[in-house]
């Protein structure tokens, strides 16, 4: 038997804050094929605030909530250490500079480029040693 490295991936909630809603499905879908727990999406940024923060791994945050910043959410996100990225029709110069650092995708996007950008937030676990037999 070989011993090899391999990523030990733990499964990745991700909360999606999207108020358009084939949108916000699309991702859902996206997400889920790629084997991530979704909650969401939620379209109203006082919903996305009531959900607790151990309850999901990663946010994905449309800005523009029903006319509706969702910058507060941001900044509790940031505060907590929580990974998240921006999915807007903003682009870099209306977000505020305190959130130049998060990564945005600008609508019209792929809802695939998307679902594999939150993938590359999702943790995951430090390298494992798994044996398995390479003489099959």
Wanted: proline letters at 7%; hydrophobic letters at 45%.
């Amino acid at each position: 038997m070989t011993h090899h490295a391999v990523p030990s991936v733990r499964p990745c909630r991700v909360l999606i804050i999207e108020d358009e809603y084939f949108l916000g499905d699309d991702l859902a879908k996206a997400l889920r094929a790629r084997g991530v727990d979704v909650i969401g999406p939620l379209a109203e940024l006082p919903d996305a605030m009531t959900i607790k923060h151990d309850g999901f791994d990663v946010a994905v945050i449309d800005i523009n909530l029903r006319n509706v910043a969702a910058y507060p959410l941001a900044d509790e996100l940031i505060r907590v250490g929580k990974p998240f990225l921006f999915a807007t029709g903003y682009d870099a110069n209306a977000i505020p500079e305190r959130f130049r650092h998060v990564q945005r995708l600008e609508k019209p996007c792929d809802v695939g480029a998307v679902a594999t950008a939150v993938i590359t937030l999702c943790p995951t676990e430090k390298f494992t040693p798994v044996e398995y037999d390479l003489s099959l």
